[in-house]
């Protein structure tokens, strides 16, 4: 069983950076494709950023994109999410998500428990 534990969350003026990390535990961190997702108050959840399991390939909201970037440490099974020029509408619970491909059509989605971000204006 995989768990998944975020940090890093907090409040943060509009311009500002913060790093989100997310430690698994339970898995084989190098087999996990990784992603980061969030949810606003109101608003489905959805795909911030993501990277294959190798860390050889990565994809971006287009929100994000060139703003944000995810990051591993295969060695830490550690996943990150440097985020900078936040803006007000970054703010939401940030999750992070890993899956495990088992077969070509069966997946296996863990996820932590989230940590706010709240950027102010």
């Known amino acids: 069983q995989v768990q998944l534990v975020e940090s890093g969350g907090g409040l943060v003026q509009a311009g500002g950076s913060l790093r989100l990390s997310c430690a698994a535990s339970?898995?084989?961190?190098?087999?996990?494709?990784m992603s980061w997702y969030r949810q606003a108050p109101g608003k489905e959840r959805e795909l911030v950023a993501a990277?294959?399991?190798?860390?050889?390939?990565?994809n971006y909201a287009d929100f994000v994109k060139g703003r944000f970037t995810i990051s591993r440490d295969n060695a830490k099974n550690t996943v990150y999410l440097q985020m900078n020029s936040l803006k007000s509408e970054d703010t939401a619970v940030y999750f992070c998500?890993?899956?495990?491909?088992?077969?070509?059509?069966?997946?296996?989605?863990?996820w932590g428990q989230g940590t706010q971000v709240t950027v102010s204006s």
């Open positions: 339970g898995f084989t961190f190098s087999n996990l494709r």
């Open positions: 990277m294959s399991s190798a860390g050889g390939s990565t």
């Open positions: 998500n890993a899956r495990y491909r088992y077969s070509f059509s069966n997946v296996d989605d863990y």
